[in-house]
Structure formats: C-alpha cells, structure tokens
C-alpha cells in the first residue's frame, strides 16, 4: 500500500511539472525606420546618453497593466535582453538610418538627448484596447541652450494576443515614439539653420 501511495504521488509531481509552460525570454524589440522615407536629419551631430527605465518596466519579463495600480510581469514570455539597451540600441539606429551622425562627445553634439523610459507595458485593465504601450520622457539639448522636455509615446493594437502579437506591436509603438522625437528633433535642426 505504501508503494502504491509513493508512486501516486510521484506520478502526480510529474504530471504537476511537466504542465508548466516552456520559459520564452526570446522576443526582440527590433523597431525600424522606414527605408523609403527622406534623411531628416543629414548633416545633424547627436549624442545619446544612456536611457534609465522606470521600474517595473526594466525586467525582461513582458509587463502587463491589469488595473490603474497593479501590473504584473510575465514569468515565462519576454525579451531576450534588457529592454533599456534594447531601446537605446534602436534609438541610436534609427537616428543613423535618419541621417545623423552620432558622437561620443555631448559637447560637439548639435543635439544631445538624455532621459529615460517610463513605460514599456501591455494594457489590459478591463474596457481598454489590448495594446502595446511605450513611452519615452527626453531632454533635448540644442549645442549650448537649456535642455528642454520632450515627451514622446506609441500605442499599438495587439493582434494575436500571444507572444508574438505582443512583441510585433511593441516594436510597432517604438516606432511611432521614435518617428515623433526623429520629428522633433528636425524641426529644432530646420529652425537652427534659419
């Protein structure tokens, strides 16, 4: 009889642990510039500083927004590196695919940006639209002028809702955050030039 309990319960310990879903931190936020659209930035020095992430959204677990208050994060989907140099990374592209050349130097810079992402989330409190949320908070600096504010943020819809769903429209709402601060950033470099 004890046999027979031992194995019932090994039999079901197994059964326990192998019902747990395969861990899947192998997403990738790989938004681009769109290879049609004009160099806005030609000619442009800019530096990037490195980009600070709002807890809780710097884990590698997708993050999602169940209420106003509570957000959770995923324990087996998400990226495969930490989405803070992820987001630089692609912020840094996308300035070069724009036509900007980067620098290490904040000083020689015609524009130097710093700041920090405060939110990178999947919504999905009750009675919202199933979206990607990414948004950035920058101070611009223009050569030696004040450093000014600049808020930029994307939406996505999520379609499927599923990991890859998930990802693709995270990469879509980066994009939208970044085409807005590209925006930006060629006004203040059209309006130096005058």
């Known amino acids: ?31 681009e510039r769109p290879a049609q659209s004009a160099p806005t930035l030609a000619g442009a020095t800019v530096y990037v500083g490195a980009l600070a992430i709002d807890e809780p959204f710097g884990q590698r677990g997708f993050i999602y927004r169940e209420t106003a208050h509570r957000f959770v994060t995923d324990p087996y989907r998400g990226y495969v590196a930490p989405p803070a140099r992820q987001i630089e990374n ?3 592209e996308w300035l070069i695919a724009a036509g900007a050349t980067l620098t290490q130097d904040p000083n020689a810079a015609s524009h130097a940006i710093d700041g920090r992402i405060s939110a990178l989330y999947t919504e999905l409190q009750p ?17 030696k002028t004040p450093a000014r504010q600049l808020a930029v943020a994307g939406h996505a819809p999520i379609s499927p809702m599923n990991g890859d769903g998930i990802a693709a429209a995270a990469n879509t709402a980066l994009a939208e955050a970044l085409s ?15």
């Open 127 to 143: 009675e919202q639209p199933r979206e990607a949320v990414v948004r950035l908070q920058l101070a611009l600096r223009n050569g």
């Open 1 to 31: 009889m004890r046999t027979l309990l031992i194995l019932v319960a090994t039999v079901l310990l197994a059964a326990c642990a192998a019902s747990r879903p395969t861990a899947e931190f192998n997403y990738v936020l790989n938004a």
């Open 180 to 194: 807005q601060l590209e925006t930006a950033l060629a006004g203040e470099s059209r309006a130096t030039l005058r």
């Open 90 to 92: 692609r912020l840094k």
